[in-house]
């Protein structure tokens, strides 16, 4: 199975700061991935796929990138709605494997 | 709107069969693929298995000689039947639609939360 390596397992942050999380894939994963966002006690929130596709209804401060092992979720301006734990999953081949996940906390 | 409801007992003991069953509404159930996730309480995501509406399915090797999903496309309803449940099995279990080209989770049902007793 793919291994996905997230980082940071955590972080703390401000509102208003740029933040950046960042997953590994042990092996090329084109680029078959996608972002997750989940709130306590809720189901995750899709928002991004195939790396860097923008979900519908998604705000545009997120944004995700690369290709093969290393891919990035960038949010531009934290807002205080997206405290939260991120996830990566890879979509490349079965099974299907997430990333161990990033909480972001407020500073 | 689609929506995605999962149903089944909280609570199951350990040895015994967990059973749950996702109902979909809004949408079609052709086309996309329809998947079992489940989170351990405080863990990450753990993908179970997939399933097309023609039947074909697939589940992480781990859990393999354990897991079977299944489909009922006239209720628009699939299901997972977990066997020999421990306590390593209690979790949060969530349904999923996949879309397809590219692959997304693009619908999520809401969790139910599964505890196995001794």
């Known amino acids: 199975a793919i291994q996905m390596t997230q980082s940071p397992s955590s972080l703390s942050a401000s509102v208003g700061d740029r933040v950046t999380i960042t997953c590994r894939a042990s092996?090329?994963?084109?680029?078959?991935l996608g972002w997750y966002q989940q709130k306590p006690g809720k189901a995750p929130k899709l928002l991004i796929y195939?790396?860097?596709i923008l979900q519908s209804g998604v705000p545009s401060r997120f944004s995700g990138s690369g290709s093969g092992t290393d891919f990035t979720l960038t949010i531009s301006s934290l807002q205080p709605e997206d405290f939260a734990t991120y996830y990566c999953?890879?979509?490349?081949?079965?099974?299907?494997?997430f990333g161990g996940g990033t909480k972001v906390e407020i500073k | 709107q689609v929506q995605l409801q999962e149903s089944g007992p909280g609570l199951v003991k350990a040895s015994e069969t967990l059973s749950l069953t996702c109902t979909v509404s809004g949408g079609s159930i052709s086309t996309y693929s329809w998947s079992w996730i489940r989170q351990p309480p405080g863990k990450g995501l753990e993908w179970i298995g997939y399933?097309?509406?023609?039947?074909?399915?697939d589940c992480d090797p781990s859990l393999k000689s354990r897991v079977t999903i299944s489909i009922d496309t006239s209720k628009k309803q699939f299901s997972l039947k977990l066997t020999s449940v421990t306590a390593a099995d209690t979790a949060v279990y969530y349904c999923?639609?996949?879309?397809?080209?590219?692959?997304?989770?693009?619908?999520w049902g809401q969790g139910a939360l599964v505890t196995v007793s001794s």
């Open positions: 999953l890879q979509d490349y081949n079965y099974p299907l494997t």
């Open positions: 092996q090329g994963i084109r680029n078959d």
């Open positions: 195939a790396a860097s």
């Open positions: 999923a639609r996949r879309a397809v080209r590219p692959e997304r989770f693009d619908y």
């Open positions: 399933i097309f509406d023609s039947g074909s399915t």
